[in-house]
Each structure stands twice: as structure tokens, then as C-alpha cells.
């Protein structure tokens, strides 16, 4: 028996990393595509760009709300195949749409779909697990996505010279090889088909709850690295293009080179287990983000910009599995935890959007990195003063 499970351990191991590789390819390419399109088809600003490309996180995280009390009864296999046929169906509303109101439908009912995603591929990947076997899954998981993120900036960018419109028929290709990768999966090997879902497993094994507190940092951190990575792809390819005069396939390039970085650093941390449960990395990271967005304020050419994305790849990787691993870690509704892990990089998600297209517009670039930069600092050493508050209060109990 045993290898049997272990067999279909390693099968469900690749069959979700291989799915989240696809997946978050083809979600980033739209999102790229979504920018030039919007400008180029409905002449939108930069403001407005910054509030149609915030619709879809914005249904996100409410849809990812208001279904935490729902999806914990349903096998997340169901609820993947789900999200994959919904994301599809509006992409091809977008696309097939001439009228910007419509469009708006479709990206609000494609963030909706998507939250029946990425909370679900990651409480099934890391059900039962602890330790190292959870760092280990978690960092698979977060090197495939993030693969396909890296990829898909540079591929987006060479589709959308061809068209606008050519990035999102590509991606209901690509939607529909994943949801067949998951319903092929579910159908030829019972061990996956047989997963229960997160509410029957909770009562039929009597898990106990040992959650670490350090998660709170690490949410902390996760939005505001979440906000940079926003105005990284919604707000830097304009500026790149309308003031820099850098191609479309170069700022792919560049954005290549931060998913370059984000992907060697999942791998590189899923080895090691030195900042697991330690405060002093969490906090390091946020101060690090800061410094480099401050650095990167009088930045014009490409070679810097390479240098301050591969630093930025680098530390949201950390920021990322610091998050997920803590978040985690102990937890017994690990669903609730990821949904919470999702609502709040959706939060920086939507901040970076909206707040820095808005400033972008009406004040410069430079200037919101600036701001960006300042907020970080102020953020970590917030949290620096409530940890020795709680430190001190701790000592005095003892």
C-alpha cells in the first residue's frame, strides 16, 4: 500500500506544479497584454489602466471572502476546473468585446473565477505537511508559477508587437491543455480523484492547531512587496514605453530578469531552512525592498533597471515563501490561511494598481517609487517597534 501512496504523492506533485507553471503563465500574459491593450484599443491613461487591471483583483478578493466559508465542503479538483472553464469563458468575452463597460464585466468575472484557484492548488499541495516537507512542496509550487511568470512577460511581449488581441487567443489555449491536465489527472489516477475535501479530512483526522504568530509579519510584508511587483508590470511597461522609448520586447526582457531571479531564489530556498521562524529575515527583506525601490528613483537606462529588478526577484521570492510558509505552517484549515495569503498580496496587488497609476498620471514615476520606498521603511520599522513592545511586555510576564 504504501507505495502506492507514494506513488501518487510524486504523480499529484507534478501534475500541480505543472498546472500552476501553465496557469499563472497564461494569467500573467493577459495581465501584461491587458495593459497595452486597453491603451492602444480604448486610449485609456495611465489611471485608468491602473483601475480596469485592479477589476480583476478586486473580485478576487472579495470572491476569495466571501467563498472561504463555501470552499472548504468541495474537493478542490472540482473547484480548479471550475476556475480554468470560467477564466476562459471571460477572456473570450474580453476579447471579443468592443465596448469598455462589457470589457470591465469580463475582467471583474475572470478575477472571480481565479479565486477558486490558487487558495485551493495550495492547501492541496500542502495538506499534512510540516517542516521541511512543507518548505519543500511550497518552494515547488512557488518556483513553477513564478517560472511562468518569468516566462510569459517576455512572450507576452513578443505576441503583443505581432497584435494586441494576439496574447489572449493564445491563452484560451493554454486554459484549456490545464483544466484537461487536471480532469486526465483526476480520471486515470483514483489516489487523485479520491482527495476529500479540506472540511471531511479536518473531521475525519482531528487536527490540532499550532499556528506560529510570525505569519502576521510576513502578511505585513507580502503587501507591501505585492504593491511593488503591481507597479512593476501594470505601471513601469507605460512609463518604459512613453518615457524611457524602450520596446515592448525589451521591457519583456527586463521583467524576464526579475522572474529569472524570483524563480533560482524558490529553488535556492526550498533547500535551506536557516530563516525558517526567524523574525530578523522577515524584517530584512521589507528593509532591503525599500532601500533598492529608493535606490532605483534616478535610475533612465535599461542596465540599471536590470540590476534593480534581479535585487527586487531576489526578495519577493523570500517575501513570498516567508508568507506561505508561515502562514502555514501548524495551521489546520490551510485553505482560510492560503485565501488570507491571497487576499492580502491582492490587496498590495490592487495599492500598486490604482494608487500608482494614479500617481504615475498626475506626478512621475520616480516620484512613486520614492513614495514606495519610504512606505517600506516605515512599514518594517513599525513592525520592529511593535515586536519589542511585545518582547518587553513577554519578559515582564515571565
Not at 472548504?72 to 463597460?101: N, Q
Not at 500598486?352 to 516620484?367: C, D, N, R, T, W
Request: proline fraction near 2%; include cysteine.
Amino acid at each position: 500500500m504504501q507505495p502506492t501512496v507514494h506513488k501518487t504523492d510524486t504523480i499529484q506533485f507534478w501534475v500541480l506544479n505543472i498546472a500552476s507553471f501553465l496557469a499563472q503563465l497564461t494569467i500573467a500574459m493577459v495581465n501584461l497584454a491587458l495593459v497595452y491593450h486597453l491603451r492602444s484599443f480604448y486610449m485609456l491613461g495611465a489611471d485608468q489602466i491602473g483601475i480596469a487591471a485592479s477589476l480583476s483583483p478586486a473580485t478576487y478578493l472579495f470572491f476569495c471572502i466571501l467563498g472561504s466559508r463555501y470552499t472548504v465542503h468541495f474537493r478542490p479538483r472540482h473547484l480548479v476546473e471550475l476556475s480554468l472553464a470560467g477564466m476562459a469563458v471571460s477572456v473570450l468575452l474580453f476579447l471579443l468585446t468592443s465596448t469598455l463597460g462589457v470589457a470591465y464585466v469580463a475582467l471583474a468575472s475572470y478575477g472571480a473565477f481565479m479565486s477558486l484557484l490558487w487558495p485551493q492548488i495550495e492547501a492541496w499541495f500542502s495538506r499534512g505537511k510540516e517542516g521541511a516537507a512543507l518548505n519543500r512542496v511550497a518552494n515547488a509550487f512557488n518556483f513553477s508559477w513564478s517560472f511562468g511568470v518569468g516566462i510569459s512577460s517576455y512572450i507576452a511581449g513578443l505576441l503583443v508587437e505581432v497584435s494586441t488581441t494576439t496574447p489572449f487567443v493564445v491563452s484560451l489555449g493554454l486554459f484549456g491543455v490545464v483544466f484537461l491536465l487536471i480532469f486526465l489527472a483526476s480520471a486515470l489516477v483514483p489516489g487523485i480523484r479520491a482527495v476529500s475535501s479540506e472540511h471531511e479530512d479536518n473531521k475525519t483526522n482531528g487536527k490540532v492547531d499550532a499556528s506560529t504568530p510570525l505569519r502576521f509579519y510576513a502578511w505585513a510584508g507580502i503587501i507591501a512587496l505585492y504593491s511593488g511587483m503591481s507597479v512593476i508590470l501594470t505601471i513601469f511597461p507605460l512609463y518604459a514605453k512613453e518615457v524611457l522609448h524602450i520596446s515592448e520586447s525589451q521591457t519583456g526582457l527586463l521583467l524576464l530578469v526579475r522572474g529569472v531571479a524570483t524563480c533560482v531564489s524558490f529553488l535556492v530556498l526550498g533547500k535551506l531552512e536557516f530563516w525558517h521562524f526567524k523574525r530578523r529575515y522577515i524584517f530584512g527583506v521589507q528593509l532591503l525592498f525599500g532601500l533598492i525601490c529608493l535606490m532605483a528613483v534616478s535610475f533612465a537606462t535599461v542596465g540599471p533597471y536590470a540590476l534593480f529588478f534581479f535585487l527586487f526577484g531576489i526578495l519577493f521570492a523570500f517575501a513570498y515563501d516567508q508568507s506561505m510558509f508561515h502562514g502555514a505552517s501548524g495551521s489546520v484549515n490551510r485553505s482560510n490561511r492560503m485565501i488570507i495569503h491571497e487576499v492580502l498580496l491582492t490587496i498590495g496587488t490592487i495599492l500598486g494598481a490604482v494608487g500608482g497609476g494614479y500617481i504615475y498620471e498626475k506626478l512621475s514615476f520616480s516620484l512613486l517609487l520614492r513614495m514606495i520606498g519610504f512606505a517600506a521603511l516605515v512599514l518594517v520599522g513599525l513592525e520592529m517597534l511593535l515586536a519589542l513592545l511585545l518582547e518587553r511586555r513577554k519578559m515582564r510576564r515571565a
